[in-house]
C-alpha cells in the first residue's frame, strides 16, 4: 500500500540525498578566499561574491538519478520484491556516489588537509540509513501477507 511506512522512508531518503545538490559537503579557506563544494561543483567565494570554478555536472546529474529513483521505488509498492531490489540498487548507487564525490573533493583548492568537512558529508549515509528503514518496512509488509495468506 502507498501508504505504508516505507513510502515515508523512501521520500525521506530522497530529500536526504537531494540536499546534496545545494548543502556544501567540504569547504577550505586560503587567505580571504573560501572555497565550497557541492555536487554542483567548485565554488570560490570572496566576500560575498561567489564564482564556479569547475563544474560537476555528471556528479550533479547522478545525484538528481538517485534521487529520482528513490522517489520512483515509492510506487513500486504493489511489487515488493522490485522494491527491495531497486532499494538495495539505490545504496550500491549512493555508496559510488559517495566515493565519486570524495575523489572530486581532492580538487579542491588546499586540498582535503585543511578542510573542513559540512553536513553534505553526512547526507549520504543519512540517506542509505533511510532506505534500510525502507527496506526493514517492506520486509514487515511481506510477512503481514503471509500470515494474511496462511488464515485463508
Known sequence: MIQRIQSIW???ACVTIS???FVPIVNTSIGSAQYLLTAQGIYEKVGEQSKQLEASLPVLISTIAIALLALFNIFNFRKRALQKRIALVTIVL???LSFWCSQYAKKI???LENANYNVGLFLPVISIFFILL???GINNDEKL????????
Not at 501477507?145 to 485463508?152: G, H, P
Open 134 to 136: 525502507a527496506i526493514r
Open 10 to 12: 523512501l521520500l525521506l
Open 109 to 111: 583548492p588546499g586540498g
Open 145 to 152: 501477507i503471509k500470515s494474511a495468506d496462511r488464515l485463508r
Open 19 to 21: 540536499c546534496l545538490i
Open 94 to 96: 549512493i555508496i559510488g
